[in-house]
Nanobody, 120 residues
Framework: QVQLVESGGGLVQIGGSLSLSCAAS????????MGWYRQTPGKERELVAA???????YYADSVKGRFAISRDNGKNTVHLKMSSLKSADTGVYYC??????????????WGQGTQVTVSS
């Protein structure tokens, strides 16, 4: 099973910026769609942003204009640049990869999660 490893989480002030990265243990397996999910206690994971190998993107309405997802060409590496952060952005961010289309679902591989905390 492919391993996904996230980095970049931490504590940031409201209005600040933070960048997350996720790298898979293989760049040759099919992970045509990669993305970031966010989870808070008592709630199911929600898709925050996703991107395909062809650079089609999806953003949740709550992060449009503030977050930017990107991936390295030819690699199973994805980034999430977050700006103008709000307290509601707090949560555990999970990297996800699957062999399918942009909105093909959440089957596939998961990272271990990285905590993002936004506070005053």
């Amino acid at each position: 099973q492919v391993q996904l490893v996230e980095s970049g989480g931490g504590l940031v002030q409201i209005g600040g910026s933070l960048s997350l990265s996720c790298a898979a243990s293989s760049d040759t397996i099919c992970l045509s769609t990669m993305g970031w999910y966010r989870q808070t206690p008592g709630k199911e994971r929600e898709l925050v942003a996703a991107i395909t190998s062809g650079h089609s993107t999806y953003y949740a309405d709550s992060v449009k204009g503030r977050f930017a997802i990107s991936r390295d060409n030819g690699k199973n590496t994805v980034h999430l640049k977050m700006s103008s952060l709000k307290s509601a952005d707090t949560g555990v961010y999970y990297c996800h990869g699957r062999c399918g289309g942009l909105l093909s679902g959440n089957t596939g591989s998961w990272g271990q999660g990285t905590q993002v905390t936004v506070s005053s």
